[in-house]
């Protein structure tokens, strides 16, 4: 059972599909050195490790893939050199391992075309790749992988031969793409798989691309994993953070212990999809504070995305913050209060239990203008009246209160504990 | 403030629109008697007062009503003998707080058409009825109104001087019908209705039907209002108990102190609408302990259907149940926790904190067999393991349990409180 | 039967609602004298000749209104004088009658509310108002009425009560409003009507307001209607105008003998919605003569809606067109050929064949700039290749051609019959 | 210019992909021989004739194709014989064309999905399969494909190199499949595709499938195509053939010389898909004989579906009738004049000018019961009083009628030419 919201850093916000061990040992130091006494612990490698000749952001169609004689992707070993003689991610999860790390993987529904067009046997199996393919499944963004139809003989022993081969390498987190919004459509596949992961013979965590999950399928998501995109790829602009509260707010019931709505990776510090010179993420430090307090009330999945062996100070300092990082811990039955305009400033409140004791509440000012918030305690219908606040940023706390008093500035937010 | 979620009786599900003031005396008194101890205090009379001629549960279009020169609805005199002499409900309110309890009124959103078409004076203005009317509002099920045009001048002094009327008159609770799922068509009338109830000079609850509410307006119904029917009108059958499930799981989160989505009334003991001979609720006991556990920890209001004057003994033990009554006035951020079949049955399970500490748990069988439920209490994410497990309707404690063990009836449930 | 589409004047465009009989009789004396040898005929009185005070093109909301003792609308005196005594329209039309022409009025669908507030009897009938009004049907933007509910006793002899009185008159022509696209909900209403008008003892025309009419009920008109509404209001504005190519497309196969899809009123020449100090119309000539050409070919009813006592000689010579007016009367299976771009401008051909032989095409330029066009006559699939192309506009003929070619000034067209 | 809308034969209803050369020859002789003086001219090979393993109605995912090394698909040699030594299908083209034929063939929109992996050079370009495939377009029901992506250089060079070698081989009807109803997503690729069958250097007629075609991309396919499909597959069920007089109905404004709105294939005589051990049609003569007056009236194409080696004596009566095949040829401006109810039987007439002079009727009874019906000559709007009145099946003359009488069987028509 993964019993708390996981933490971590993924290859793609800076990487894209051509991330390399290098850079994926330089990060899990970075970790381990500076984050992981913090919470943080997964080390992901994004899409396309397979792929030889991946060189950016973009993907090149119909490459050829790297895999092995029963249609199985291995890792490219001139980026992945440990890969080689036949030892896939073995090595570098070892490494992460004697980090006190745990490794993940990103996979896509499927099996690759390659192997389909090859034939190729599928391993435990009478079956070829042919005869389990889904003949009309196929991403609509990367052309590596057709479907694997549910209802064809062989189906179960594709994704056992690649989930087993995922346990013997040591793998701890599985991103499978191309799934989460693709329901009703391959609901089918998406109960296969997950079986499969779950009987693989190692604990992982199974993480489910892309958003937007579908809000009415969230008992199936809860089934089948443990975190789930809630929205489309996210990045640093403001729009998509605002949009965010929404997500959120629908979503908030279906966080359990297990199971985790996912507001996708944390775009700070050095990223590549921006146009600063310097790949500084375009968020000012008020929003990023924000993200931070929603994700962490929420219990969102916190993924970084970006680069840490250019880790500056600011975001050091936003990523390790132990007050904001137990509230992500702690936080229970979290809800949005309410969202109303206070002096023409678009507010919204959400509080939460904590399992600590306790209760949290985070106020939001997603206007563009400073704002001052005076909030009765009574929104927020206490068990008990609070004997102290405590400003989990500052640190401050403030005895006996009645109305929680906020100076918040322009797309900014505060949180607190009241005990 | 409303503090707490409104429970009292009201006159609809057993008198229709003919209801009498001897009746509501009578039922009153029964309050009074047996259910005021537990927290029972409104007593609501429904529509149609100002119609001398009603007479059963269907209206009688285009009656001629009860007004006065300004165009306000007076108590029909052969059905409420106390409002002789222009004294409106002033006596029968009088009589009602006199036994502790609380008064209230439905009305229709708008103006009378009769006084449209007689063009009468609104008070306090120089403006007409035809002048305020809104010409294309009515109502698609009864003919009493027009609505009322807030953009027109004099709109607001007619509301005014209704609700004056009412103030003096002592009424606490206003159901307000014809507008709450009328949006975004009537936003703008009920915004100037509710401002003009806070400006009445006397604190009433205001409560708005028919239902279904419209979600996306659910921050406008927490402005505006105390209560709002979040379904068409509720009657004693399965299937639209069953339908209830869904509609709390969304409305949880907008429930609040002062706000509190209304699953309507509960067609309990007597009431007219059915088919039995001793006008006996057709749902089952189970069923109706189902409701009253679903309607408690959603803190819906408690509004009873059934007649008072003739209360069986299994009702009054259903309406007096006193745990089941604190987890209707204690609970605190209620959520449904999932939805899934178990052994066959789909199964709901709920929770919400208790503002005197602990958390509640309610789990409901909704399938038509019997159902044997072991729920781990890690679903249920408390703060910490309960050292006790109250079971809410047997009065019965487990010690230090990790499950929540139960065996539920066909259409039955279950609450515990754990502490 | 009605054998060809209706042409006529309506008083709506440049009197609304006030219109008053002197200006009734001196339209129908122009009409006489200067219109009525190309096939203009019909003189019809738009709404509320019953409101005493209307003055302009608003409604006067919930205004008293003319009626006799059954709730049955008379002419205003003030307004009609010819109508006292009783004699309602009767006069009136005599004098239309003894000028060559024929007489119409408007009609809103249903009972007026003053009857129903006020109950009168219903003629022939043991009912009353109240008992056969439809409770929750009004109009959207009028208050004269509540529509009538067909499956009440009474509500068949309420409309017979009224089409004999209009039958007595010596009425030609009904416009009934608030009824063609108030489907399906008052779809029984309008057969109840359509019934009564047909049994009334006189022969009308019965056409069906506003617009747009639904496609998918285009049977329904068929059978109850001779001509029905396929727009809302129609103006002098370039936008509607392009919009009726489409709507004009759609419906073409609708039109039959009896049966005319109704583009609405011709707002040329002197009206009252616009800014022209003069009150002409806002449509350029081109516009206009693209306007006759479309209506034309496809046999809408022409109703115009200038003044006809301000009549000036461009309206006149559009308006006496005898080649355009054979079109109107004797296209046959019109329809849209193509539309496409020609050289960057918008295009469209229409065709219909002639009753007196020969075929019909019209080519329209709907871009803003001029254009010229070059059809092949194959585009067309005459029966046989034509010996003659007649240029309705011009009168000139040209010999044995393959291809129509035409200057088309912007917004402008040009129709033509091949013999 | 394709100037009457084309008559054949098409392999797919009797032979499912797995037709070959003998059969082909085959009914090419029988049509030559027994319909060919009735205006029968097109033999068209369907689906996968690049399939060695095809044999069913069933396709074999992912199967492999035979292509030469441009990535052009050619027929199987052990299908097709005469292929061998890499002439395609010139020779059996050329025997059609030596019995006064035309031939034609299927494929699928876009380049063979082996001829991307396996990355073959587009010819005439320094571009390769990979480069020109569409990444994310692939046909629903089959596997044999990738579209092709318009905006990538190569694109219209793979196009032109297919459709010139089809020229090279004599193909006169191109039947291009996974496209018709692929709108709007794959416009730009029916644009290109469409422009390269232009400018092929030789006249093929373009047919698009599968259906329903997108009415309102009716433009588009008169733009670029002689005929699409307006339907789904049609075979021999009474449901289909009774939806088809809504969707003739609707498309009936869209034909024109060079445009055949298709209804599909007719499913007579001999045909794979029934229960029928002798493997004929499910549809009664009556209804075989309404379908052939719609498709006729409406000038739908008339692709034969049956065996004609099996070919009986009705069948060849059915497609032999002159008088009905003049009225497919000759018919204009057709449309549908009402559909009604008439004695309870739903009833729909349908009329057409000649191109050779008079006026066609056509009357369907759509009822399970035999039906009267009288229909006054006036509905159909003639020109002039007709003084004959040809009863299309019989041959049958009537003099100067005013009514058209006819006793119809159920699912039964009748079809008259006024002159």
Redesign the interface.
């Known amino acids: ?1 993964i019993r708390k919201s996981p933490m971590g850093w993924n290859s793609w916000d800076c990487y894209g599909p051509s991330v390399d061990e290098k850079t994926v040992r330089a990060n899990a130091e970075v970790m381990a050195d500076k984050l992981k006494s913090c919470g943080w612990e997964y080390v992901v490698v994004d899409i396309q490790w397979y792929q030889p000749s991946a060189s950016s952001h973009d993907y090149d ?2 490459a050829d893939l790297v895999m092995d004689e029963y249609g199985r992707l291995l890792p490219a070993e001139n980026r992945f050199p440990s890969a080689a003689g036949g030892k896939g991610f073995a090595p570098l999860a070892e490494y992460v391992h004697s980090l006190g790390l745990k490794f993940g993987i990103h996979i896509m529904r499927g099996i690759p ?2 192997a ?2 090859r ?1 190729t046997p599928v391993l435990g199996s009478d079956r070829t790749a ?1 005869q389990v ?1 889904k ?2 499944s ?6 590596d992988m057709y479907g694997v139809d549910p209802k064809k003989e062989g189906a179960r022993a594709y994704y056992e031969s690649i989930f087993r081969l995922y346990a013997e390498w040591g793998i701890d987190f599985i991103k499978c793409d191309d799934i989460c919004r693709e329901l009703p459509h391959e609901e089918e596949e998406l109960l296969l798989l997950s079986d499969c992961v779950k009987n693989c013979g190692r604990e992982m965590v199974l993480s489910l691309s892309p958003g937007p999950a579908l809000l009415e399928k969230a ?1 199936l998501y ?2 089948c994993a443990n975190m789930w995109r809630i929205t489309d790829d996210f990045w640093d602009r403001w729009d998509l953070l605002y949009a965010m509260f929404e997500r959120c ?1 629908k979503w ?2 279906h966080t ?2 297990g199971n985790y709505p996912d507001a996708d990776m944390l775009p700070v510090g050095a990223i590549l999809q921006n146009a600063d010179p310097e790949n500084r993420t375009r968020f000012t430090r008020d929003e990023q504070e924000t993200m931070m307090m929603l994700w962490s009330i929420f219990r969102s999945p916190l993924m970084i995305g970006g680069d840490l062996t250019k880790l500056d100070d600011f975001t050091e300092k936003l990523l390790t913050n132990r007050q904001i990082l137990a509230m992500h811990e702690d936080a ?2 979290a ?6 305009e206070i002096n023409g400033r678009e507010t919204v409140l959400w ?1 939460a ?5 306790g209760q949290y509440a985070a106020v939001f000012n997603l206007s563009d203008e400073e704002s001052a918030v005076e909030i009765p305690i ?2 927020l ?4 009246a609070p004997e102290n606040l405590l400003d989990l940023w500052s640190g401050e706390s403030r005895p006996q209160v009645e109305v929680i008093s906020a100076k918040l500035p322009a797309h900014g937010a505060a949180a607190f504990l009241m005990t």
């Not at 196929?138 to 052309?143: D, F, K, R, V």
């Open positions: 059972m169609p119909f075309r390659q389909v067009h034939n042919r393919a003949t009309n196929i991403c609509a963004w990367n052309t008992q809860k089934q707010e908030s019931v359990g212990e229970r039955h809800h949005q209060v309410w969202r109303r509080t239990l904590s399992a600590r004791g009574s929104d219908e206490p068990a008990k």
